[in-house]
């Protein structure tokens, strides 16, 4: 085995410039902790080595900078290698929802052009359907064997774990599903500027030596992976990595590794807030100092109940894959009750009615974000699905809402083709599709509808074909079909029928008058 050539000595800039920010983490502290997982743990030295090792290993299987590494992955160490390793490898890494069909695990790895596949073996279903992608030289298989893949140890523990003297800053093509049809790439062509949510997010969580993170999500998942991951790991800052998210489990990893920054759901501070008393006063966390919230609304007792508890250690933002830039903290928050905050500097932030102009101040319409000069998103190889997203300069994700008086941002409520439930956005046309499969299904629209504890659940209203009887029995049909077609996330929890689902003149199913019923006298969050 050739020794590789010394690598230079890195400054921070320059190191986190060519993707090597935890290679001059390494130098400076290689026995810190890096990862700790119930699958294993990582130094900081042992996390870079592997990283370089995982860069020879692809690069020897015929992989350049500029190809595409797709990861199918549990939430353990080799994931985060594999995030390294494509940072300082000049590889375009995307992580891969393992909740999905294997058929759309499938078309995620072919659609991102992937080379190389690196599969957890606890997905042998949709690890099997994906590995027949056209354009893989690499298959590596972590945790276990898999067929027709190598194992993911024995490949890299055959290469030179010294720092690169070539590396190529790597990027990352995270996957966010559509309104219709399959999960759509989000890509830039260009890098985006420095955000301002980042340098927000790095003054208010102040790292200190001897600090941990508590990685409560999936890190396929763009905002566990970027702020719980990513953010402190680049900072220093050790991760211990939840297999299984659990409210109480939670606080017993606080309290055991003294964490000091976590990432969370509101539907994760909902369930921790509803413990028995006895239980929270079991653990002690008063070592944490900063619980970053996002991805869905919070409810306003549950963020009054968290600051009462955590203290004003809780912030908020309002971005996503796409973009933005929307922060609170816990002492703007309570004179705003219900904001996700104001817009950082540089973010500007309009709320457009159905013409395209902006609102006035507390009228409701949709959210759009001005999009930056350089480093534009696009989906990818999806144009069209592109063009719809954008408003000249503008862009939305589909969420409504309105802006007060003191520039504070508040949503009403979401466009009528997204659900999301604890934080998971649910497109509800791809529900659509697989109930229609049913013989007794003439139409079927699945839809939002209140659930205290989730923010929403799936409920999925039908309307039946002649002969089938809209009663108790049908709908446990309905429900036990779903639950044999649908990942988990996606299953409706109930079911309602119609003689006769409205529609547009064009025969389009109008999904948005079907939820607002159910939302009537309730507050669309």
């Known amino acids: ?82 995030v390294a390793a494509c940072a300082r490898g000049g590889f375009r890494l995307t992580p891969v929802n393992w909740h999905l069909k294997g058929s759309e695990v499938g078309y995620i790895v072919d659609n991102c052009e992937a080379k190389a596949f690196i599969a957890d073996a606890r997905f042998p279903a949709s690890a099997a359907e994906a590995a027949a992608a056209k354009g893989l030289v690499a298959k590596l298989a972590v945790g276990g064997a898999l067929p027709g893949f190598t194992a993911y140890d024995e490949a890299v523990e055959a290469e030179d774990g010294a720092d690169l003297a070539d590396p190529v800053l790597g990027t990352q093509m995270m996957y966010t599903s559509g ?13 985006a500027p420095l955000s301002p949510l980042l340098v927000k997010l790095t003054e208010t969580a102040a790292f200190r030596e001897g600090d941990l993170a508590l990685v409560t999500g999936p890190l396929y998942h763009a905002a566990p992976l970027a702020l719980n991951l990513s953010f402190p790991i680049n900072a220093g800052v050790g991760c211990v990595l939840m297999d299984k998210w659990d ?23 909902h369930r921790m807030l509803q413990l028995p008393e006895a239980t929270k006063a079991r653990y002690d966390i008063s070592s944490l100092r900063w619980i970053l919230h996002g991805a869905a609304p919070c409810p306003a007792h549950v963020k009054e109940g968290s600051i009462a508890w955590f203290g004003p250690v809780v912030f908020e933002y309002y971005a996503a894959t796409e973009g933005g830039g929307i922060f609170v903290d816990s002492h703007e928050w309570p004179a705003k009750k219900g904001t996700v905050g104001k817009p ?127 009663d108790a029995a049908m709908a446990r049909e309905l429900l036990e079909f779903a639950a044999a077609n649908l990942p988990g996330y996606q299953r409706p929890r109930s079911v309602d029928f119609m003689a006769e689902l409205p529609r547009m003149p064009s025969g389009k199913v109008l999904r948005r008058t079907i939820r607002d019923a159910y939302w009537q006298g309730d507050k669309k969050i």
Request: proline share 6%; with cysteine.
């Open 344 to 470: 950082l500097p540089g973010v500007v932030v309009e709320v457009h009615d159905e013409d395209g102009k902006p609102v006035k101040p507390r009228d409701v319409g949709t959210i759009y974000f001005k999009a930056p000069e350089t480093g534009r998103f696009e989906y990818f190889k999806a144009p069209e699905k592109t063009d719809g997203a954008y408003r000249g300069d503008f862009y939305t994700m589909g969420d409504m809402g309105y802006i007060d008086e003191d520039g504070f941002l508040f949503l009403t409520g979401r466009s009528a083709e997204v659900i999301i439930s604890g934080g998971v956005n649910i497109y509800p046309a791809e529900i659509d599709q697989e109930i229609l499969k049913h013989p007794a299904v003439a139409d079927a629209a699945a839809v939002g509808v209140p659930n205290e504890e989730w923010g929403e659940e799936v409920k999925l209203v039908v309307e039946l074909n002649e002969g089938y009887k809209p």
């Open 247 to 269: 409210a109480e489990e939670t606080l017993r990893l606080v309290a055991e590794y003294k964490i000091t920054h976590t990432h969370v759901v509101p539907t994760m501070l």
């Open 1 to 82: 085995m050739a020794v590789a050539e010394a690598a230079p000595a890195w400054s921070r800039e320059d190191a986190a410039a060519a993707g090597m920010v935890v290679a001059w983490h390494a130098r400076q502290a290689p026995d810190r902790p890096a990862i700790i997982s119930q699958a294993g743990n990582r130094t900081y030295g042992e996390l870079n080595a592997r990283a370089n090792k995982l860069v020879r290993a692809l690069r020897r299987a015929g992989l350049k900078a500029g190809d595409a590494v797709a990861l199918l992955c549990s939430n353990r160490p080799e994931f985060v290698e594999t």
């Open 179 to 191: 309104t219709t049809g399959h999960p759509k790439g989000v890509y830039r062509r260009q890098a």
